[in-house]
């Protein structure tokens, strides 16, 4: 068994549409990013490269790299996958936190666990999405930014 962690933080900006766990939520701003700043995938990502001891999502996918450029994370959750299947890891289950004070998202949590464990070909049981405001305080509290944090367990 190997357990990995994962933690991303993205700017709000204007003119970005904001993508989520792999969903698309309606919001007047999104976030700031090389790929789609899909910042719940991009925590997972590195908590599965964290468990795998793969390096993390700049090695692998460097945003330097025109690429990815505006790319969908969700392709870069899939090579992650590979990257680990090629490895021999299976995974277990992830766990993620979404620390955000607006939109709610709530409405849209088990869109994002389907379409997570969809790419992963795991079954809904084995990912959790949580989400949290923060009371107002700190970056996200501020509404200047949204961070998520992931843990993964492999075996
Ligand atoms: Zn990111």
């Known amino acids: 068994m190997r357990i990995g962690f994962g933690y991303d933080v993205h700017s709000f900006a204007e003119g970005r549409e904001l993508w989520l766990g792999g969903i698309k939520i ?4 999104g976030l700031l990013g ?5 910042v719940v995938i991009h925590a997972i990502c590195d908590a599965l490269l964290g468990a795998s001891a793969l390096g993390d999502i700049g090695k692998h996918f460097p945003d330097t790299d025109i690429r990815y450029k505006n790319i969908d994370s ?10 680990l299947a090629v490895a ?8 993620t936190t979404i ?3 607006s ?3 709530a409405p849209y949590i ?10 992963l070909n795991l079954e809904l049981g084995q990912v959790s ?3 949290t405001t923060t009371e107002k305080l700190g970056f996200e509290g501020r509404e200047e930014g949204v961070s998520a944090y992931a843990i993964v367990l492999l075996a």
Not at 110 to 119: A, K
Request: aromatic share 2%.
């Open 34 to 38: 090389h790929s789609d700043a899909d």
């Open 99 to 101: 620390a955000l004070q």
């Open 88 to 95: 021999g890891f299976v995974i277990q289950n992830i766990d």
């Open 26 to 29: 309606p919001h007047h701003q």
């Open 129 to 131: 999405v949580k989400a």
């Open 74 to 83: 969700k392709i870069l959750l899939a090579e992650t996958a590979k990257l």
């Open 110 to 119: 088990e869109q994002m666990r389907s379409t997570l464990s969809g790419i």
């Open 103 to 105: 939109p709610k998202i």
